[in-house]
């Protein structure tokens, strides 16, 4: 089945280093809203339903951008669609990089609903058009927020939880959990969606179903589509878990520390022995030969564990 009119969206505008588009889902999400405003005679809101999304929508976009710069990776194109953006982007293969990148988003959206709701219970006219709007301000970058710390693959919560997963078990479990995670979250939105008749909340979990399902598809074939790499074909101690290279870690320092006490061992036998071939064995005083007979107990003791 051809998707393509899916990802159709309209160019905004074109700078030298970014392409910013806004999607059809995004003019339906808009469209939405005017009619419900419409429905519970809100007409005065009806204009701001064309402007408070794709403004939201913009600056939590805009975030990832400047994010993504910051820690040396690069942005050339974002799409604005209905609760997300679909920014394509290249983030250095570090979880704290990729974290700030994919938190970011819902950072700055979290500071707008913040900032509207403080605005909201200071007017001291309540009904009035400003209450409306700040109500309706907040209760959008609510949504954004809380949907895009979700582990769906249309949400920041796929980098955000990879990064989060990823110091704790390994980039391949991290990628493979994230997936898990996608798919119970698509589940219960479309339940929520269901249960409280929501179309939008619906058809957002219907979409996020849809695209866990073609990013599972591409996670079983060994490439990452949110991290967008071959995860199978990283070198290990870049994609080990922290407690893996702990553990790595460990095993290295006890191999030295057992090298070191064999060669101090051979080289205290050494001295004794050549004591000994000089001067016979009745040179050695008794705690030398304490120690001969401990050292040889020890070096045979070895030889029967490495067998």
């Not at 609903?113 to 403080?118: N, P, Q, R």
């Not at 460990?250 to 004591?275: P, T």
Request: proline residues 3%.
């Amino acid at each position: 089945m051809d998707t393509s009119f899916l990802n159709w969206s309209l160019k905004l505008y074109r700078t030298s280093t970014l392409e910013v588009r806004a999607s059809w889902l995004l003019g339906v999400w808009m469209l939405f809203d005017a009619v419900r405003f419409a429905h519970t005679s809100q007409w005065w809101l009806i204009p701001f339903a064309f402007i408070v999304p794709i403004i939201s929508m913009y600056i939590h976009a805009m975030a990832h951008v400047v994010m993504v710069r910051l820690v040396g990776g690069s942005a050339d194109r974002t799409t604005l669609s209905v609760i997300n953006d679909q920014t394509d982007m290249q983030v250095p293969l570090n979880p704290a990089k990729q974290l700030a990148v994919g938190a970011s988003g819902p950072l700055i959206s979290l500071v707008l609903w913040l900032s509207a709701e403080a605005l909201y219970y200071a007017i001291a006219t309540p009904q009035s058009f400003a209450w409306f709007l700040i109500a309706y301000i907040a209760l959008t970058n609510k949504y954004i927020t809380l949907i895009n710390l979700l582990a769906c693959a249309m949400c920041d919560g796929a980098r955000i939880w990879r990064a989060i997963l990823w110091p704790l078990f390994g980039l391949g479990r991290a990628i493979r959990w994230t997936v898990l995670l996608s798919y119970l979250c698509s589940i219960v939105i479309i339940g929520l969606g269901i249960y409280l008749t929501d179309l939008l909340l619906l058809v957002i979990g219907i979409m996020c179903l849809m695209t866990t399902i073609s990013e599972h598809r591409s996670v079983k074939l060994g490439f990452d589509p949110i991290f967008n790499i071959e995860f199978d074909t990283i070198n290990e101690s870049r994609s080990q878990s922290w407690f893996g290279r702990w553990q790595q870690r460990r095993r290295l320092r006890a191999i030295e520390r057992r090298s070191q006490e064999v060669s101090d061992e051979q080289e205290i036998v050494d001295k004794l022995l050549e004591k000994v071939s000089v001067q016979g064995l009745p040179s050695l005083t008794e705690q030398e030969r304490t120690t001969l007979n401990r050292i040889s107990k020890k070096q045979k003791q070895r030889e029967k564990t490495e067998i």
